[in-house]
């Protein structure tokens, strides 16, 4: 997390002529494929405000059904402290946008502030929380991170060819995101939200129905 905070800061002070950030964002939102701007668009939406409450949402309804009631307060704290150390870092950095023209925008904005990238923290956070869920569940966590970083990825790299955001940016949000979400397991385990030996108490269940 000190990692995202010093590289914020960096980049921030700098600035993105000087980085060479701009010149990549100029590139990137001039070469980049209808399909991909196609996808940015649907990212813009899906991983927006709306879309990443619905999500987190889906998350939590998992554990409830799954009989891991206890572990909703930790799956729900991930998401927001993602969130909340996003939007202090981004109105404390106060970097603006990449400016339109010379990089081309394809999406509306909703804030001035781009560092670092809101929608790639979330998807961050919500990806961290859904291998916790796998983890606890003594699924294989693994395959979830497997499937989970990639679209991370996606995701970071959507909001710079969509014109939303500098590398440095998208960079920070994930640093972020994984440093919030490995203090908030830390604090977790230090309460007792989380076991000793990293495991959930109990394996994620369907409910018996009884006749």
Same mark, same amino acid.
């Given at each position: 997390m000190l990692l995202a905070v010093a590289l914020a800061t960096v980049c921030t002070h700098l600035g993105a002529r000087r980085t060479g950030e701009l010149r990549v964002s100029v590139w990137a939102t001039h070469h980049d494929p209808a399909w991909a701007e196609q996808v940015?668009?649907?990212?813009?939406?899906?991983?927006?405000? +709306?879309?990443?409450?619905?999500?987190? +949402?889906?998350? %939590?309804?998992?554990?409830?059904?799954?009989?891991?009631?206890?572990? +909703? %307060? %930790?799956?729900?704290?991930?998401?927001?402290?993602?969130?909340?150390?996003? @939007?202090?870092?981004?109105?404390?950095?106060?970097?603006?946008?990449?400016?339109?023209?010379?990089?081309?925008?394809? %999406?509306?904005?909703?804030?001035?502030? @781009?560092?670092? @990238?809101?929608? &790639?923290?979330?998807? &961050?956070?919500?990806?961290?929380?859904?291998?916790?869920?796998?983890?606890?569940?003594?699924?294989?966590?693994?395959?979830?991170?497997?499937?989970?970083?990639? +679209?991370?990825?996606?995701?970071?790299? @959507?909001?710079?060819?969509?014109?939303?955001h500098y590398l440095g940016d998208v960079t920070v949000a994930m640093l972020l995101g994984a440093g919030v979400c490995l203090l908030v397991l830390a604090l977790g385990r230090s309460v007792g939200r989380i076991t000793p030996d990293l495991q959930g108490t109990e394996p994620l269940r369907l409910p018996i129905r009884r006749s």
């Open positions: 940015g668009r649907w990212i813009d939406t899906g991983f927006g405000t +709306v879309g990443a409450v619905v999500m987190i +949402v889906l998350v %939590v309804l998992v554990l409830l059904i799954g009989g891991r009631r206890r572990d +909703v %307060v %930790v799956e729900v704290a991930l998401f927001l402290a993602t969130w909340g150390a996003c @939007s202090l870092v981004k109105h404390v950095a106060a970097r603006h946008r990449p400016p339109a023209p010379p990089v081309r925008r394809v %999406v509306a904005l909703q804030d001035p502030y @781009s560092m670092p @990238s809101g929608h &790639t923290a979330i998807a &961050t956070g919500i990806v961290a929380a859904i291998c916790f869920t796998v983890w606890l569940g003594r699924g294989s966590h693994r395959v979830a991170l497997g499937i989970g970083l990639p +679209v991370v990825l996606v995701v970071a790299a @959507s909001r710079v060819l969509v014109g939303a």
